[in-house]
DNA sequence: CAGAGTTGCATCATCAATGTTGCATGTTCT
DNA sequence: AGAACATGCAACATTGATGATGCAACTCTG
């Protein structure tokens, strides 16, 4: 490999990179969008997208490849084996922010057919069970919680702040922690109010 | 308007029921399937569903108005305006649910061009901001509660009990007012752990 | 400068979904 | 049975997105 085509080589990457993060501004805010409205918020005519990517499938596949790589990073950056749940609760949500807030359209198709995409997602959730059964048995969840709906509830809750894109990650990791754990609310539940 | 005429009239009205419910469990699956597959769906041909919804967007549209006036309905129901602010939420959110665990598709498309809609819709969100800001001046909420976040994670917890779709509407509306109330956790949260 | 590589542009082929129409065949009511 | 209407079927036109290709121009690097 020459000097040459290693400096040619990171253009071309340069622009496969600004490809993919023009598509994920694009899609994410209409996922069926067309390529030519890819290309152009990218920069580049539609043919030198069709010539990085052989498909839409592959680009979207790319994408989801990307994301999902960078999510399996931030959260085994939190550390949420080792960590004191509460930490490692509180890590895992605002390093999933940071992905999500720039990768959210991305993330969404992260679970589509690529085998190895596939595995590494399945690696992460049961990571994710493994934090929230220990957050449970630390007594950070209730004893009777069903861990399923904590966890549908946890994503939605990181989807919705991610949604609402007003503050910087550790911000909105905040709230949704504190939310997730005691709700907005004052009472003590249905059960047991006032 | 003779007695054939409305017979007839009838049974087109019947198909069409059949054409909406159809396109609303084949989207609600994937929403960008065919209208062949929704015609398939609905057990009749493609030409008939283009008979009675002169193109896609037509049928989208009336399922949105469909689902539109049903949620609509299903809140008022509710007295969310006199009834007390617990009641109320518990009311409107099995109702909602009664609605959206069966247009869900539809629902999530009601926000689209048709005024009528919109109106309807602004309608019912006001109404949802009265009761929440009621709740919080009656307490069951905290007084610093940031009620656009606490609409937004109301949202979507009923979407998630809906998506989970185990037990019935009455079920889901207490495990999502409880959540959404005490949270999942023991805790008095991370400003105040333990 | 020469060469390798990349891009833009124009163009073409393909394809799937959409939307239309004519006709024969029911179905329901009178 | 006859009228009125709805449906299925087959065929067709249209359209928009996708994907491929040849060529000229450009930009690096050596």
């Not at 959260?75 to 895992?92: F, G, R």
């Amino acid at each position: 490999m020459t000097g040459a085509t290693r400096a040619l080589r990171s253009d071309a990457e340069r622009t496969v990179r600004q490809i993919l993060e023009a598509a994920e501004r694009v899609l994410s805010r209409n996922p069926a969008a067309t390529m030519e409205q890819i290309a152009e918020e990218a920069g580049v005519a539609r043919t030198t997208v069709h010539r990085r990517f052989a498909s839409r499938d592959a680009l979207v596949g790319a994408m989801a490849a990307w994301a999902t790589r960078r999510f399996a990073d931030a959260v085994e950056a939190a550390h949420p084996e080792t960590a004191p749940p509460l930490v490692a609760l509180y890590q895992v949500t605002a390093n999933v922010l940071r992905v999500k807030l720039d990768w959210g359209f991305a993330m969404s198709r992260a679970l589509t057919a690529d085998p190895e995409a596939a595995r590494v997602h399945a690696e992460v959730e049961e990571k994710c069970e493994r934090m929230f059964r220990a957050a449970r048995e630390a007594g950070l969840l209730r004893p009777d919680a069903d861990l399923g709906w904590a966890r549908r509830v946890y994503y939605a809750l990181i989807h919705e702040a991610a949604q609402s894109g007003d503050g910087d990650a550790d911000a909105l990791a905040t709230r949704v922690v504190d939310t997730l754990l005691r709700g907005v609310g004052t009472t003590q539940g249905l059960t047991a109010p006032r």
